[in-house]
Nanobody, 123 residues
């Protein structure tokens, strides 16, 4: 069973950058497809990105393509979400999640979730 811990959220001005980290305890993220999701106040949860187990191919939501980059460091049991050129609409709680199976930007498919980290983009 995997336990996930997100860090790296905070307050940033529009156009700024943040890097989120998700430490996977109890297992190696190589064995899971790992996803990043976010949920803004009053909105539904949105899939942001997913990295496929094994080969490491990555899927992104259209809303973040070109600005957010997901990566994985297997020896450190950690996945990352580098966020550049942040916009106020990126403000949300960001969650990482693990899935034993193929990548999908559908939260209901994921088996394990972190507690979330707040990202606020504001001047």
């Amino acid at each position: 069973q995997a336990q996930l811990v997100e860090t790296g959220g905070g307050l940033v001005q529009p156009g700024g950058s943040l890097r989120l980290s998700c430490l996977v305890n109890g297992s190696n993220p190589h064995f899971y497809s790992m996803g990043w999701f976010r949920q803004a106040p009053g909105k539904e949860r949105e899939g942001v990105s997913c990295i496929h187990y094994g080969v490491g191919s990555i899927t992104y939501a259209d809303s973040v393509k070109g600005r957010l980059t997901m990566s994985r460091d297997n020896p450190k049991n950690t996945v990352y979400l580098q966020m550049n050129n942040l916009k106020p609409e990126d403000t949300a709680v960001y969650y990482c999640a693990a899935l034993r199976g193929l990548c999908a930007l559908v939260g209901d498919f994921f088996d394990y979730w972190g507690q979330g980290t707040q990202v606020t983009v504001s001047s």
